[in-house]
């Protein structure tokens, strides 16, 4: 039901109908309801858990990387000639970028919530939930974010890691995914002039079941790891040892040309594999001075119509440190 205006913004009633469940002699039934609510939500992510967060150097966040050390040569042992020669070091910076979520709180319902009792915790299980939506955000964007430089944005996203991840390969409908991780894995390892040292292999759900499923057929015999405490995952062998193999929903899957892939035959879908060198992912974030990495909540007191008003906000960044090398994305083909 539509009531009148005031100062032009026009009230809105709910409308109920107020009724037992039932009545009969000697019996009345009214509404209850179970004091906890069916929450199976998703708030957090294993890979957002092990990312290593840093406190960003300013605004860029800025760092060096070494990419060759001098060059020695062989020489006559009776006339030494020596070349000189110098390192390479490259400076590399990061714009941080905001991310933020608002809840408003009425002070009429909120009064009439605590006076029944009945939701003791709502209120501050929906602030402790605008925390939560900002880390759910982020467990996204660092995958799919949708800037394309770190120094130069183009848009308020993060640049997400399939995007600046430049080392690719593909596994064709039918190819064997096992191996070509594991082919991806040792090419890594091999880099002359690199310690590249793979640590995970990040992949969607749907991909994790395909492998579990090759495996069995093939008798690949895996290990399980903890990746945080209370997750355990699957670990295949590799010129890196046992990686494990974290099934994370937030990795996109694409099934048109996407993050420097080709579209996959009709039929199919890109799946994606995600290396990480872990050592080398880095979050830098700004705080206040306290060095707390989550975000914060700000409470702006009433608004003139009492509403109460709460703020979350987190400033950061997401960095995959040597894209061309320390880090590869794998697109399996499959259905």
Do not use: C
Request: proline share 7%.
């Amino acid at each position: 039901m539509r009531g009148s205006s005031i100062a032009g913004t026009p009230a809105q009633f709910a409308t109920l109908q107020a009724a037992a469940d039932f009545l009969g002699n000697g019996a009345i039934e009214v509404n209850m309801y179970e004091r906890e609510i069916l929450d199976l939500v998703r708030r957090s992510s294993p890979v957002l858990q092990r990312i290593n967060k840093v406190p960003a150097t300013g605004h860029p966040h800025r760092y060096f990387e070494q990419t060759a050390i001098a060059t020695a040569a062989f020489t006559d042992p009776r006339t030494i000639a020596p070349t000189p020669t110098s390192p390479t070091r490259v400076e590399r910076s990061a714009m941080i970028k905001a991310l933020t979520n608002q809840t408003n709180f009425s002070l009429f319902d909120v009064d009439v919530t605590r006076m029944q009792g009945n939701f003791a915790s709502l209120e501050a299980k929906d602030i402790q939930d605008i925390v939560n939506s900002i880390l759910l955000l982020q467990a996204s964007n660092i995958w799919s974010g949708n800037d394309t430089s770190l120094s130069t944005p183009t848009t308020i996203q993060y640049v997400g890691l399939l995007t600046q991840i430049t080392l690719q390969s593909t596994i064709a409908p039918g190819a064997s995914i096992v191996d070509g991780l594991k082919a991806q894995v040792a090419a890594m390892v091999a880099n002359v002039t690199y310690a590249v040292r793979p640590s995970v292999i990040v992949v969607n759900p749907i991909l994790g079941d395909y492998l579990d499923r090759e495996a069995k057929a093939g008798n690949v015999t895996m290990a399980t790891v903890e990746v945080v405490p209370g997750v355990t995952v699957p670990a295949i062998n590799t010129q890196a040892g046992p990686l494990p193999i974290i099934p994370e929903p937030f990795v996109p899957t694409s099934s048109g040309a996407a993050y420097g892939f080709s579209a996959p035959a009709a039929g199919n879908k890109n799946y994606y594999a995600v290396i990480l060198s872990e050592s080398q992912v880095e979050m830098p974030f700004v705080h206040n001075g306290d060095g707390n990495p989550n975000p914060r909540i700000f409470q702006l007191g009433l608004l003139a119509n009492l509403l109460g008003q709460y703020v979350g906000i987190q400033f950061s960044a997401i960095i995959a440190k040597a894209p061309s090398y320390a880090h590869a994305v794998v697109a399996v083909q499959r259905p």
